[in-house]
Nanobody
Framework: QVQLVESGGGLVHAGDSLRLSCAASGRTFSDYNMGWFRQAPGKEREFVAVISWRGGRTSYQDSVKGRFTISRDNDKNTVYLQMTSLEPEDTAVYYC????????????????WGQGTQVTVSS
């Protein structure tokens, strides 16, 4: 079992930055590929970013490339999502997730999920 707890969300203005954190406990954190997903009101959950278990590989949704950066600190059992140049369209609940099976953008392949943190970007 892995427990994931997100933090760092909030209400910001367009153009601002936020850093989300996801703290993991339970099984060995470095065994897992870690992803960030988001879900806006009335929309399906969508992939945002993923980082491999050692941190050497990352992938992003096209709309966040160049603005968001995913990173991890395996010594601290934490994955981060640095978000810059935020836009109102980034408003959503952000979830981190852990996958032991695959480095993937597919939510179905993730084994554990956090409870989410709200990010609201005002125009």
């Amino acid at each position: 079992q892995v427990q994931l707890v997100e933090s760092g969300g909030g209400l910001v203005h367009a153009g601002d930055s936020l850093r989300l954190s996801c703290a993991a406990s339970g099984r060995t954190f470095s065994d897992y590929n870690m992803g960030w997903f988001r879900q806006a009101p009335g929309k399906e959950r969508e992939f945002v970013a993923v980082i491999s278990w050692r941190g050497g590989r990352t992938s992003y949704q096209d709309s966040v490339k160049g603005r968001f950066t995913i990173s991890r600190d395996n010594d601290k059992n934490t994955v981060y999502l640095q978000m810059t140049s935020l836009e109102p369209e980034d408003t959503a609940v952000y979830y981190c997730a852990a996958s032991i099976r695959a480095y993937t953008t597919k939510s179905d392949s993730y084994d554990y999920w956090g409870q989410g943190t709200q990010v609201t970007v005002s125009s």
